[in-house]
């Protein structure tokens, strides 16, 4: 068998990728990604670390909620 194999690269440039999501009136395009971007853009945050500290609120309710329903419901 031949050792001297080679593939063919595919090359992605700029062109290739998707474009970024225009503001409508009123809103801006924020470059935080995943639930913390999801938070700012629908207006429950205003910058990044406020989103993390609802996020993180909610965690904590979870946990709380778990061992509630833990204790006294099972």
Known sequence: MSDDVQFDTDVQTDAMRRPPA?????QHVSDVSGM?????KHGWAKSPQSAQMILLAVVVADIVATFIVIKYFL
């Open 22 to 26: 225009a503001a409508s009136f009123g």
């Open 36 to 40: 913390a971007g999801w938070l700012i």
